[in-house]
């Protein structure tokens, strides 16, 4: 899934600024007498992530880039609302022009990458010359490239292909200056983001890193990544250059982290269950079982809430849902939310209808959609064309399938011959993959979500719907919108401030669910965990940015 709970720092984004903590002394998440050392041993069921910096960009992926990463400012490892508070890391201290255009960081020395070398202000511009780089197509490159949000100075026109170095951005000495076109109260949120970590200069400027050996992929937080055998093997171990010192206070219990990729589901639960891994999927079948054993977020089985939205977004691009409207109310008025959610067993979520969940800043309790497929079949009748459709899934689990087996039922119930309805699978985030690609030829996606970057509501309808951000691979427009008229009013809804901008964005995701139909918004989401006995429970920290468990603060009993 693509994206991060936000409920705590919602007071942020109404200000259009960040609170920013004093200093780092109390970013660390009390490690007394926490064990240390030994090797956490994560299993997942789909394919392997992107872990170049500049290109992960899915939940998981984030998680490993948490425990690597070493950032301008950083969010502490802390539960709670102490766990969103940006707090000075890489960088001591910054100013502000009064114009809000430019920003000056000042880099602290101590920093070093696993391999040895300093960290400078120069490893930050590598990491965003290489985030606006044309060629890596990173998706991370419309954050600082949106005339109407983040805008860097020379970044778009290193997105377009026509330079390599973005001319905003200076490292002089200690300094790191970055100039908007624009002031941006959502900055700090974004340059905090895991695409513009410290990045070391051996990384190539245009090419993704992908086999990763112990010298090829340095970084400069607690851990860095020893290996990576896609689909098969991650592996993280401590950065032996991560030395306690100012900035440098978070965590690092574990000697090490192994996640093994493309299990199988049931073994990997009873391999956790056997404490033969330390973390692994849960079945829907077996989360009763599990909560009656070992009881709710007390020692092996959590569930925790995710500012995250499952949808079905609809391509747009293709013919099938281009220029028809009827067509996708239709499908957002025949899918039957109850049974897709029901699907993934208790405490993993709700149905819901429309984009914001009540994780975003501006969210409203509205039901855009009731079931109806009496008006859902009128509504579609004529509006076929070729009566063919490509609908891609995850096979990753057997939730992911039966999921896309209710849609596969829905379209039918809708008017689709079950012949025409071509499933095509992907193992976990290749689907994403699948449908970022411009000239794909799925025409709807199933068990697909996002979860939040930063506490805005600009990161879901702006970053999702908006037109003039299509770009050729590692798209996020999964729907491929591009109305001029929506464009236009998410244009102006981004250039408003406080209560009036939630209130705006809050309206605009329900207009353009009931008036524009893109994508049909399936349910909320909380992620379960099961966990083995080796554990200790006493050392988890759910880190409500990252929506995840933070791997630093981990400890094994």
């Known amino acids: 899934m693509h994206r991060r709970q936000w409920l705590a720092v919602t007071m942020l984004v109404a200000g259009a600024s960040l609170l920013i903590a004093a200093s780092f002394a109390s970013a660390g998440t009390s490690s007394t007498a926490l064990k240390k050392g030994g090797i956490f041993r994560y299993g997942n069921v789909g394919a392997s992530v992107q872990v170049d910096p500049q290109l992960a960009y899915v939940t998981t992926a984030w998680s490993l880039e948490y425990a690597t990463a070493a950032k301008l400012y950083n969010y502490p490892d802390k539960k709670g609302p102490a766990g969103s508070k940006l707090i000075p890391e890489v960088a001591s ?59 860097i100075v020379g970044a778009k026109r290193v997105n377009d292909g026509k330079a390599t170095s973005v001319s905003g951005v200076i490292a002089k000495g200690n300094k790191l200056i970055i100039r908007l076109t624009k002031a941006d109260g959502t900055f700090m949120a974004k340059i905090t983001m895991p ?4 990045t070391s200069l051996k990384l190539p400027l245009t090419k993704e890193v992908v086999n990763v050996t112990k010298t090829n992929l340095p970084s400069a937080g607690p851990y860095y990544m020893t290996r990576n055998d896609p689909d098969r093997l991650t592996q993280l171990r401590k950065n032996p250059n991560y030395k306690k010192g100012p900035g440098r206070m978070r965590p690092h219990n574990l000697a090490g982290v192994d996640v093994t990729w493309n299990l199988n589901e049931q073994t990997a639960f009873n391999q956790t269950i056997a404490n033969q891994l330390d973390e692994g999927p849960l079945p829907a079948a077996e989360v009763t079982g599990v909560k009656n054993k070992y009881g709710l977020n007390r020692s092996r089985f ?59 800043p501006g969210w409203r309790n509205v039901t855009v959609y009731k079931q109806n497929v009496a008006q859902a079949k009128k509504l579609a009748k004529g509006h076929f064309k070729s009566g063919k459709i490509n609908v891609g899934y995850r096979t990753n689990s057997a939730t992911n ?18 012949g025409n309805i071509n499933m095509k699978g992907f193992s976990g985030a290749d689907l994403y993959d699948a449908m970022g690609k411009k000239n794909t030829d799925l025409d ?5 979500g996002w979860c939040s970057d930063y506490p805005d509501p600009y990161d879901w309808i702006n970053i999702l719907l908006y037109g003039g951000g299509i770009q050729a691979e590692n798209n996020v427009n999964y729907s491929y919108f591009n109305d001029p008229k929506w464009n236009r009013k998410m244009q102006a809804a981004a250039k408003l401030v406080g209560p009036k901008r939630l209130q705006v964005y809050g309206q605009l995701d329900l207009d353009i ?32 940015i990252y929506q995840d468990w933070d791997w630093a603060s981990l400890a094994l009993k």
């Open 513 to 544: 669910m009931k008036q524009a139909a893109p994508m049909a918004v399936e349910r909320t989401y909380n992620n379960r965990y099961i966990f083995s006995n080796r554990v200790n429970p006493k050392s988890l920290v759910y880190q409500g």
């Open 444 to 448: 709807m996606g199933t068990n697909m």
């Open 302 to 360: 959590w569930s925790m809430p995710v500012n995250c939205t499952g949808y079905l977004p609809m391509n747009t691009s293709r013919s099938l849902f281009k220029g028809n409207l009827n067509l996708r109310k239709a499908v957002n008025l025949v899918v039957d939310r109850k049974s897709y959610v029901a699907q993934a067993g208790p405490y993993a979520g709700q149905p819901w209808t429309h984009l914001f969940n009540p994780g975003v």
């Open 401 to 418: 399938i039966a999921q896309s087996q209710i849609v596969r039922r829905d379209l039918i119930r809708l008017g689709f011959k079950a």
């Open 195 to 198: 695409f513009f970590q410290a």
């Open 93 to 151: 201290k910054f100013t502000v022009s009064k114009n809000g255009r430019v920003y000056t960081f000042t880099i602290r020395k101590g920093f070093k990458f696993s391999d040895g070398s300093k960290v400078t202000a120069k490893n930050f511009k590598r990491a965003i010359d290489r985030t606006a780089n044309h060629d890596l197509a990173s998706p991370g490159a419309p954050f600082i490239t949106d005339p109407s949000g983040t805008n």
